[in-house]
């Protein structure tokens, strides 16, 4: 008689978070949409790092980010641009001019272009183009405004492919008057494309607003002169080798690093979203790091009451709402934004493998349900149940190999032999399948079985698979048919 313990779908970690985090593929890379990655058709992706992001700071990738403030010392630049599907209202050059004069002159409207190492004011640029739109700055595409329009709808999308029109302005201030001077840019923008009946650009995030989506994101979200960075930022998210990788877009808009997040599981993206979120946000509020390389990022010590407080309702009870971060230097990667990147790792939390040290952080910061051990026989209906589950198994690893969708991932339950030799049967994510071998991140832990932790990667044998579970990027699942049963057996009277 087999001894086992068997973990239900629920015990997979999966931390629910009170904002969506975006999380979409990259597109220069996979075919997706989640804040995910991607370079978009009117501005081609560099190949190699850009001067502007590796040289200035000197950094060597992998090497400690320095102690002290992350914002750069230098002026800030960033770009912003309204779209025209059709004549504007009236003169957008006009209206800016407008709109300045009742700003009282702040941002100052120069003739020419901006050099943003020479600004000590805040200063603005706008160049009303009419003639080259359609070649060198074209609207995104229909695919893309499916995925990043904010507040769009179809038939402004469908009106965009033909804008041959926009009015696009540069931003140039000294870092330290970072907040203030974004804030006025962001009301600009919306007054002119309000007062010409434009659509908003961001050239950072790569996404197109409506003005009243604008306003209600961009503007509406401050609190007390502190932005929510959820709000001025998107999370790129795309299949990186056998894992992910995520990497903010928007930071350098407040003269802050962009923040990479490597290695971690599609079933962990939205705790890994929110962290990143969360220290973006501590960024933005003035955070600071007493030694080189390391953050403790305080989730109750965050100043913006909208974006802190979400976070602290869902956290488990064992949560220590605290993330021991260690930081790096990123490395640059094609589509990624042209600014300093700021990688975290996990390496401050015990574990056999950063993949086990990564999950120790996740329960550490958000906590956890611990994981309960069933232990039954295993009778006719459950083992059929199995046995249909692992015939399906040839079908999966052909779609695995075929490459599954941004988000979408497999599940597999397999055995693990205990002290005593029975068996713990436990879900484990799919990172490689290979004829019968399965490796992938353990998803709990281990009750009965020494030196294993939730997080580490493991080897399974797909013969010896008792179950499987595929969760679309919809949400829809396939498969864990045993559960049910299992439930049944636990629970014999419902």
């Avoid at 040289?55 to 992998?62: H, L, R």
């Avoid at 908003?200 to 409506?210: G, H, K, M, N, Y």
């Avoid at 002290?419 to 799919?430: A, D, I, L, Q, T």
């Avoid at 396939?478 to 559960?483: I, K, L, Q, V």
Wanted: hydrophobic share 40%.
């Amino acid at each position: 008689m087999e001894n086992a313990g068997i973990r239900s779908n629920e015990d997979v970690l999966t931390m629910p978070s009170p904002k969506t985090t975006a999380f979409f593929p990259r597109l220069a890379l996979a075919a997706l949409v989640l804040s995910s990655a991607g370079t978009v058709a009117f501005a081609a992706t560099p190949t190699t790092a850009p001067a502007t992001a590796q040289s200035a700071a000197k950094a060597v990738p992998g090497t400690p980010v320095p102690a002290g403030s992350p914002q750069q010392t230098g002026p800030v630049h960033f770009q912003f641009a309204i779209y025209y599907a059709k004549a504007p209202a009236t003169d957008p050059m006009a209206a800016l001019r407008s709109r300045l004069a009742k700003l009282g002159g702040s941002p100052k409207l120069l003739k020419a272009a901006p050099t943003p190492a020479t600004a000590t004011e805040p200063v603005v640029f706008a160049n009303w183009n009419t003639t080259t739109v359609l070649k060198e700055y074209r609207a995104p595409s229909m695919e893309m405004l499916q995925r990043f329009g904010r507040g769009i709808s179809r038939e402004q999308a469908e009106a965009l492919q033909t804008a041959d029109k926009a009015l696009i302005i540069d931003f140039a201030h000294p870092a330290q008057q970072s907040s203030a001077a974004m804030q006025k840019a962001l009301q600009l923008t919306l007054q002119v494309a309000r007062d010409t009946n434009g659509l908003l650009w961001d050239e950072e995030t790569r996404e197109v607003f409506s003005p009243d989506e604008w306003q209600k994101r961009r503007i509406d979200t401050w609190a007390g002169g502190v932005p929510d960075m959820s709000q001025h930022t998107t999370i790129h998210a795309y299949r990186s080798g056998d894992l992910v990788r995520a990497i903010t877009l928007g930071m350098s808009k407040f003269g802050l690093p962009d923040v990479v997040v490597s290695d971690f599981s599609w079933s962990s993206n939205r705790p890994m979203g929110n962290l990143v979120n969360m220290f973006s946000q501590a960024m933005v509020e003035g955070a600071t790091l007493a030694q080189p390389g390391q953050y403790d990022l305080d989730l109750r010590a965050l100043k913006h009451a909208a974006a802190r407080d979400p976070q602290l309702t869902h956290l488990k009870p064992n949560a220590a709402a605290v993330a021991k971060l260690s930081l790096v230097n990123g490395t640059w990667e094609s589509g990624d934004p042209q600014n300093r990147l700021y990688e975290i790792r996990f390496d401050r939390y015990r574990g056999p493998d950063r993949y086990a040290q990564q999950t120790a952080m996740l329960v550490s910061v958000f906590g956890a349900e611990e994981d309960s051990v069933t232990r039954l026989k295993h009778n006719d209906e459950l083992l059929a149940a199995s046995k249909a589950a692992n015939a399906q198994l040839p079908k999966l690893r052909d779609a695995f190999a075929k490459g599954l969708q941004p988000g979408e991932y497999i599940l597999v339950k397999a055995p693990f032999t205990t002290r005593s030799g029975s068996n713990e049967w436990m879900w484990v994510e799919v990172a490689r399948w290979n004829g019968d071998v399965i490796e992938g991140l353990l998803k709990n832990e281990p009750v009965e079985v020494p030196n294993l932790h939730a997080g580490q990667m493991v080897k399974v044998s797909q013969a010896k698979v008792f179950d499987y579970m595929r969760r679309y990027a919809d949400g829809r699942e396939e498969g864990n048919e045993t559960s049910k049963i299992i439930a049944r057996m636990q629970n014999p009277k419902k």
